[in-house]
C-alpha cells in the first residue's frame, strides 16, 4: 500500500477524501492528515509518505507556500493539490510548483483513480528506467552533516554540543573543532544562525504569533529571541513579517 498525507483544514473534507481514495480500489491509504501546511510539513520530517494531497486555502500556512517549502528540502515529494477554487492562477502556479495533479473540489471517484493510475504509471515508469536517487543512509555522510540533521529535527528543543558528539560517538571538543574547521563558526554560533534562518522562514510564510515562532525554534523568552532576531536580521520579527527580503 502506498501512504497518503491528506493537509485540509476542514475534517469533513478530509474524511470525505479518505472515502474516495478508499473507493478507487487502489493500494492507497491515508496514513496521516494535517489541517495547515506546517503541520504537514512536521509530520514530514518524522514520517515520509509516498505521496501528499493538500488543500489550497488553509490557515497558519497555504497550500501553495507548503509546497513552495517542500521543494526546498532535499527530498523528492509527489503533490496532488485539491481546491475548491476554479482559478487558472493557482492552477498555473500549482504546475510550476511541479505537482503532480490539480483537482477540483468536489473530487468523484473517478477523477480521483485516474490521477492515482496515472501516478502508479508514472512510478512505474521510473523504477523501470532504473533511475538513481540519492542515499539518504546516515553512515554515507559525515559527522558534521548528521549533526547538522540532527539540529535542523530538533530546533525547537534543548541541543547541547555534549549530546550532538554522543550521536555521532565523537568527543565534544573535537566535533566543536570540526564546525569551526569546516563551516567556519562554533557549534552554538551555528544552532543560532539556523533558529534564526527556520524564524524567518516561518514569519514569511506563515501566520503564527510571535511567540509562537520563538517557541518553535528554541526560545520560551520571546523578548531575548526577539533581541537575538534583531541582531541577526537587522529588525524585529514584527518589522521582518511586514517587509520580508525577496
Known amino acids: 500500500m ?36 506546517l503541520e504537514a510539513l512536521d509530520i ?13 486555502r488553509m490557515p497558519v ?31 498555473q502556479g500549482a504546475l510550476r510548483l511541479g505537482v503532480t495533479d ?11 483513480r485516474a490521477c492515482l493510475e496515472g501516478w502508479l504509471q508514472a512510478r512505474a515508469g ?6 538513481p536517487k540519492a542515499s539518504c543512509d546516515p553512515a554515507d555522510r559525515s559527522p558534521v552533516e548528521q549533526v547538522l540533521g540532527y539540529i535542523r529535527e ?20 573535537y566535533l566543536s573543532q570540526l ?9 552554538v554560533e551555528h544552532i543560532v544562525e539556523m533558529r ?3 524564524a524567518k522562514r516561518l514569519l514569511a510564510a506563515t501566520s503564527l504569533r510571535v511567540s509562537e515562532v520563538a517557541q518553535r525554534v528554541g526560545y520560551t523568552d520571546v523578548a531575548y529571541f526577539s533581541n537575538t532576531f534583531k541582531r541577526s536580521a537587522g529588525c524585529t520579527p514584527t518589522e521582518y513579517r511586514r517587509c520580508p527580503p525577496a
Open 44 to 56: 514530514l520530517k518524522e514520517a515520509p509518505v509516498d505521496m501528499v494531497l493538500t488543500d489550497v
Open 196 to 198: 534564526m534562518e527556520e
Open 154 to 173: 530538533h530546533l525547537g528543543g534543548e541541543l547541547t554540543l555534549t549530546e550532538a558528539a554522543a550521536r555521532v560517538h565523537l568527543n565534544p571538543s
Open 126 to 131: 521510473g523504477q523501470a528506467a532504473g533511475a
Open 61 to 91: 500556512m497555504n497550500g501553495m507556500s507548503f509546497v513552495q517549502q517542500l521543494r526546498q528540502t532535499a527530498r523528492e515529494q509527489s503533490v496532488i493539490v485539491v481546491s475548491g477554487y476554479d482559478d487558472f492562477a493557482y492552477v
Open 179 to 187: 564546525f569551526k574547521q569546516q563551516l567556519g563558526r562554533g557549534f
Open 2 to 37: 502506498y501512504s497518503v498525507l491528506l493537509v485540509d483544514d476542514e475534517k469533513w473534507v478530509r474524511t470525505s477524501l479518505r472515502k474516495v481514495i478508499e473507493r478507487t480500489g487502489l493500494p492507497f491509504e491515508v496514513a496521516r492528515e494535517a489541517s495547515h501546511g
Open 102 to 112: 490539480y483537482l477540483l473540489k468536489p473530487v468523484e471517484v473517478e477523477e480521483m
